[in-house]
């Protein structure tokens, strides 16, 4: 079986909206996490979070992993912010590809969510407005997870789909 692409970062980093071109490029299935997620759940991750909490969304989300890790059908897993928390779901992604972080200056990420907060869960539990210097440290203390990923690749799509066409289409 040919590898997967698991793509990791900060929320707001671009994971879904890489894999989507990389997907439309490369003509390779992709997935995201959340999307499925909340599809198998029959609610939304905010919801999710607001009714049983992080953990138990965690737990679903490792769940997961495990279930698509190692799939060929998915050979493009855009994953949740938070996946790299857990040493299990390195390890899974490992095992079944290489993890790919979007690199996502903080600066950037807060206009994306200043401009799109959408429904994300950790964003509501700071409070709104939130607080740019709670979200810094919260994003610091990610990133130092996502050091664990096999590539690291700045956040511009276009430079997403390039570095990962070629591996993926030598691997088809």
Not at 53 to 73: H, M, N, T, V
Not at 101 to 127: C, K, S, V
Not at 147 to 167: F, H, M
């Amino acid at each position: 079986m040919a590898e997967q692409v698991f793509l990791i970062g900060y929320m707001g980093a671009g994971k879904t909206s890489a894999a989507k071109t990389l997907s439309q490029h490369s003509g390779h299935r992709m997935i995201d996490l959340d999307d499925e997620l909340e599809r198998r759940e029959g609610r939304s991750i905010s919801d999710l979070f607001k009714q049983k909490g992080e953990a138990l969304f965690r737990s679903k989300e490792s769940a997961l992993l495990q279930d698509i890790a190692g799939r060929a059908e998915f050979p493009i897993v855009s994953c949740g912010g938070g996946i790299m928390a857990n040493p299990q779901n390195v390890q899974a992604m490992k095992a079944s590809g290489f993890i790919v972080w979007i690199d996502t200056p903080f600066e950037i990420i807060m206009e994306r969510l200043r401009t799109n907060p959408g429904e994300r869960p950790l964003l509501a539990a700071m409070g709104d407005p939130f607080e740019e210097e709670q979200l810094r440290t919260h994003y610091e203390l990610r990133c130092e997870l996502y050091t664990g990923s096999d590539q690291r690749i700045d956040d511009l799509t276009e430079k997403v789909v390039a570095a990962l066409s070629d591996r993926l289409n030598r691997e088809a």
